[in-house]
């Protein structure tokens, strides 16, 4: 379920994104656990890795 997969990877970096651009304006201590969050996708899936790389550089 290559489809679903690459799906469930699109939400999880829709909502980092969104979380992202709130956390950033509020504080750093939100930024640190973002980027937690990010790291434990990463690790969970290469896939959405090499997904939400250039997603994150673009911001």
Do not use: D
Request: proline letters at 2%; a positive charge.
């Amino acid at each position: 379920s290559f489809s679903r997969e690459a799906k469930l990877s699109n939400i999880i970096l829709n909502k980092i994104i969104k979380c992202m651009e709130r956390l950033i304006i509020t504080s750093s201590y939100g930024l640190k656990m973002l980027l937690l969050s990010v790291s434990i996708v990463q690790k969970k899936s290469v896939h959405s890795y090499k997904i939400g790389l250039p997603v994150i550089y673009q911001i």
